[in-house]
Protein backbone atom coordinates (compact mmCIF):
# COMPACT_ATOMS: atom_id res chain seq x y z
CA UNK A 1 0.00 0.00 0.00
CA UNK A 2 1.12 3.49 -0.92
CA UNK A 3 2.23 5.47 2.19
CA UNK A 4 0.62 8.57 0.00
CA UNK A 5 -2.81 8.28 -1.09
CA UNK A 6 -4.66 10.71 -3.12
CA UNK A 7 -8.24 11.04 -3.82
CA UNK A 8 -10.43 10.96 -5.98
CA UNK A 9 -8.34 9.37 -9.04
CA UNK A 10 -10.30 11.62 -11.53
CA UNK A 11 -12.17 14.92 -11.18
CA UNK A 12 -13.97 16.52 -13.70
CA UNK A 13 -15.39 20.37 -12.80
CA UNK A 14 -16.67 23.10 -14.84
CA UNK A 15 -15.04 25.79 -15.87
CA UNK A 16 -15.14 28.45 -13.34
CA UNK A 17 -15.91 25.63 -10.46
CA UNK A 18 -14.30 24.52 -7.35
CA UNK A 19 -11.70 21.68 -7.67
CA UNK A 20 -11.03 19.88 -4.50
CA UNK A 21 -8.54 17.23 -3.98
CA UNK A 22 -7.10 15.42 -0.90
CA UNK A 23 -4.16 13.17 0.20
CA UNK A 24 -3.26 11.13 3.24
CA UNK A 25 -0.44 9.70 4.39
CA UNK A 26 -0.13 6.71 6.54
CA UNK A 27 3.55 7.77 7.93
CA UNK A 28 3.50 9.62 10.55
CA UNK A 29 7.79 10.72 10.51
CA UNK A 30 5.70 12.91 6.96
CA UNK A 31 5.51 16.32 8.12
CA UNK A 32 6.65 18.40 4.54
CA UNK A 33 4.34 18.22 1.75
CA UNK A 34 4.07 19.65 -1.48
CA UNK A 35 1.54 19.85 -4.71
CA UNK A 36 3.04 19.57 -8.32
CA UNK A 37 0.90 19.48 -11.36
CA UNK A 38 1.73 17.57 -14.48
CA UNK A 39 0.45 18.53 -18.27
CA UNK A 40 0.45 16.01 -20.68
CA UNK A 41 4.28 15.30 -22.09
CA UNK A 42 5.80 17.53 -19.54
CA UNK A 43 7.54 16.94 -16.55
CA UNK A 44 5.67 17.17 -12.81
CA UNK A 45 6.08 21.12 -11.54
CA UNK A 46 5.54 22.04 -8.48
CA UNK A 47 2.48 24.26 -7.44
CA UNK A 48 3.15 25.09 -3.76
CA UNK A 49 4.24 23.37 -0.66
CA UNK A 50 2.82 23.59 2.69
CA UNK A 51 4.38 22.76 6.17
CA UNK A 52 2.52 24.48 8.76
CA UNK A 53 -0.83 23.53 9.72
CA UNK A 54 -3.63 25.90 8.35
CA UNK A 55 -4.38 27.27 5.04
CA UNK A 56 -1.68 28.41 2.47
CA UNK A 57 -3.12 30.26 -0.66
CA UNK A 58 -1.40 31.36 -3.69
CA UNK A 59 -3.51 32.67 -6.17
CA UNK A 60 -6.64 30.64 -6.91
CA UNK A 61 -4.91 27.73 -5.66
CA UNK A 62 -5.15 26.93 -1.46
CA UNK A 63 -3.71 24.18 -0.19
CA UNK A 64 -5.09 23.11 3.61
CA UNK A 65 -2.88 20.68 6.24
CA UNK A 66 -3.79 19.11 9.32
CA UNK A 67 -0.58 17.47 10.53
CA UNK A 68 -2.67 15.71 13.11
CA UNK A 69 -5.04 13.41 10.66
CA UNK A 70 -2.20 13.64 8.25
CA UNK A 71 -4.37 14.95 5.44
CA UNK A 72 -3.49 17.70 3.25
CA UNK A 73 -6.14 19.37 0.39
CA UNK A 74 -5.48 21.36 -2.70
CA UNK A 75 -8.42 23.57 -3.61
CA UNK A 76 -8.62 25.15 -6.92
CA UNK A 77 -10.93 28.47 -7.01
CA UNK A 78 -12.30 29.33 -10.51
CA UNK A 79 -11.29 26.26 -12.43
CA UNK A 80 -9.59 26.88 -16.10
CA UNK A 81 -9.52 24.86 -18.84
CA UNK A 82 -6.02 25.12 -18.26
CA UNK A 83 -5.71 23.15 -15.22
CA UNK A 84 -6.64 19.91 -16.88
CA UNK A 85 -3.76 18.05 -15.49
CA UNK A 86 -2.54 15.18 -13.11
CA UNK A 87 -1.93 16.46 -10.18
CA UNK A 88 0.24 14.50 -7.88
CA UNK A 89 0.74 14.89 -3.63
CA UNK A 90 4.39 14.70 -2.91
CA UNK A 91 5.49 13.84 0.66
CA UNK A 92 8.97 14.28 2.82
CA UNK A 93 10.31 12.62 6.27
CA UNK A 94 11.60 15.46 8.92
CA UNK A 95 14.46 13.45 9.83
CA UNK A 96 17.92 14.47 9.03
CA UNK A 97 19.34 13.60 6.62
CA UNK A 98 16.58 11.45 4.87
CA UNK A 99 16.07 13.34 1.10
CA UNK A 100 13.55 10.84 -0.11
CA UNK A 101 10.30 12.18 -1.21
CA UNK A 102 6.93 10.11 -1.42
CA UNK A 103 4.46 10.76 -4.42
CA UNK A 104 1.19 9.66 -4.67
CA UNK A 105 -0.32 7.89 -7.38
CA UNK A 106 -2.05 11.46 -8.45
CA UNK A 107 -5.90 12.83 -9.34
CA UNK A 108 -6.20 13.69 -12.92
CA UNK A 109 -8.45 16.94 -13.03
CA UNK A 110 -10.15 17.82 -16.42
CA UNK A 111 -11.98 21.04 -16.43
CA UNK A 112 -14.91 21.00 -18.57
CA UNK A 113 -15.36 25.00 -20.62
CA UNK B 1 14.23 28.91 -13.28
CA UNK B 2 15.69 25.78 -12.96
CA UNK B 3 16.62 23.92 -15.89
CA UNK B 4 16.88 20.16 -15.66
CA UNK B 5 17.85 18.28 -19.17
CA UNK B 6 17.10 14.84 -19.71
CA UNK B 7 18.59 12.62 -23.03
CA UNK B 8 17.01 11.09 -25.24
CA UNK B 9 13.72 11.89 -25.10
CA UNK B 10 12.64 8.83 -26.34
CA UNK B 11 14.27 5.65 -26.47
CA UNK B 12 13.74 2.07 -27.76
CA UNK B 13 15.41 -1.01 -26.48
CA UNK B 14 16.38 -4.46 -27.21
CA UNK B 15 15.52 -6.66 -23.96
CA UNK B 16 19.19 -7.87 -22.37
CA UNK B 17 20.82 -4.58 -24.12
CA UNK B 18 22.08 -1.82 -21.86
CA UNK B 19 20.85 1.62 -21.72
CA UNK B 20 21.89 4.48 -20.21
CA UNK B 21 19.65 7.61 -19.59
CA UNK B 22 21.96 10.82 -18.79
CA UNK B 23 20.48 13.67 -16.92
CA UNK B 24 21.86 17.25 -16.98
CA UNK B 25 20.88 20.43 -14.13
CA UNK B 26 22.37 23.79 -14.17
CA UNK B 27 20.96 24.56 -10.82
CA UNK B 28 24.00 24.02 -8.94
CA UNK B 29 21.56 21.73 -6.71
CA UNK B 30 23.20 19.10 -4.36
CA UNK B 31 20.47 16.72 -4.52
CA UNK B 32 19.44 14.36 -7.71
CA UNK B 33 16.80 12.28 -7.94
CA UNK B 34 15.48 8.96 -10.73
CA UNK B 35 12.20 8.30 -11.04
CA UNK B 36 9.91 6.47 -12.71
CA UNK B 37 6.46 6.74 -13.52
CA UNK B 38 3.63 4.19 -14.59
CA UNK B 39 -0.16 5.32 -14.64
CA UNK B 40 -1.46 3.61 -11.11
CA UNK B 41 1.33 4.20 -9.19
CA UNK B 42 2.80 8.03 -9.48
CA UNK B 43 6.22 8.82 -9.51
CA UNK B 44 8.24 5.78 -7.57
CA UNK B 45 12.22 6.87 -6.66
CA UNK B 46 14.49 4.38 -8.28
CA UNK B 47 18.00 6.17 -7.06
CA UNK B 48 19.21 9.20 -5.27
CA UNK B 49 22.59 11.75 -5.01
CA UNK B 50 23.43 13.83 -2.19
CA UNK B 51 26.36 15.41 -4.55
CA UNK B 52 29.39 14.34 -6.99
CA UNK B 53 30.22 10.70 -6.29
CA UNK B 54 27.61 9.71 -4.08
CA UNK B 55 24.42 7.35 -5.15
CA UNK B 56 21.83 5.84 -3.07
CA UNK B 57 18.88 3.36 -3.50
CA UNK B 58 15.74 4.70 -3.32
CA UNK B 59 12.15 2.42 -3.30
CA UNK B 60 12.51 0.37 -6.31
CA UNK B 61 16.30 -0.26 -7.18
CA UNK B 62 16.69 -3.19 -8.50
CA UNK B 63 17.69 -4.05 -12.03
CA UNK B 64 19.12 0.01 -12.03
CA UNK B 65 22.47 1.68 -11.20
CA UNK B 66 23.33 5.27 -10.93
CA UNK B 67 25.98 7.78 -11.75
CA UNK B 68 26.60 11.20 -10.11
CA UNK B 69 30.02 11.77 -12.06
CA UNK B 70 29.47 15.69 -11.04
CA UNK B 71 27.36 17.83 -9.57
CA UNK B 72 25.51 19.28 -12.66
CA UNK B 73 25.00 15.22 -13.91
CA UNK B 74 23.30 12.16 -13.11
CA UNK B 75 22.83 8.90 -14.96
CA UNK B 76 20.71 5.73 -14.75
CA UNK B 77 21.74 2.41 -16.18
CA UNK B 78 19.86 -0.55 -17.08
CA UNK B 79 22.51 -2.99 -17.69
CA UNK B 80 20.17 -5.61 -18.90
CA UNK B 81 16.97 -4.04 -19.74
CA UNK B 82 13.49 -5.94 -19.38
CA UNK B 83 10.12 -5.28 -20.83
CA UNK B 84 9.36 -4.43 -17.51
CA UNK B 85 11.24 -1.44 -17.38
CA UNK B 86 9.06 0.24 -20.14
CA UNK B 87 7.99 3.53 -18.62
CA UNK B 88 8.73 7.29 -18.27
CA UNK B 89 11.62 8.20 -16.40
CA UNK B 90 11.71 11.46 -14.90
CA UNK B 91 15.00 13.17 -13.35
CA UNK B 92 14.63 15.77 -10.84
CA UNK B 93 17.14 18.29 -8.55
CA UNK B 94 16.50 19.83 -5.47
CA UNK B 95 18.71 21.42 -2.36
CA UNK B 96 19.09 19.97 0.88
CA UNK B 97 16.37 20.27 3.39
CA UNK B 98 12.61 20.20 2.63
CA UNK B 99 12.97 21.73 -0.75
CA UNK B 100 10.59 21.76 -4.17
CA UNK B 101 12.13 19.49 -6.78
CA UNK B 102 12.94 20.49 -10.22
CA UNK B 103 12.12 18.16 -13.04
CA UNK B 104 13.17 17.64 -16.22
CA UNK B 105 11.07 16.74 -19.54
CA UNK B 106 11.23 12.83 -19.01
CA UNK B 107 12.78 10.59 -21.22
CA UNK B 108 10.17 7.64 -22.63
CA UNK B 109 11.74 4.32 -22.94
CA UNK B 110 10.62 1.01 -24.37
CA UNK B 111 12.41 -2.20 -24.18
CA UNK B 112 11.39 -4.79 -26.89
Known amino acids: QQKVQQSPESLSVPEGGMASLNCTSSDRNFQYFWWYRQHSGEGPKALM?????GDKKEGRFTAHLNKASLHVSLHIRDSQPSDSALYFCAARGVNTGNYKYVFGAGTRLKVIA | EAAVTQSPRNKVAVTGGKVTLSCNQT?????MYWYRQDTGHGLRLIHY???????EKGDIPDGYKASRPSQENFSLILELATPSQTSVYFC???????????FGPGTRLLVL
Open chain 2, 49 to 55: SYGAGST
Open chain 2, 27 to 31: NNHNN
Open chain 1, 49 to 53: SIFSD
Open chain 2, 92 to 102: ASGERGPDTQY
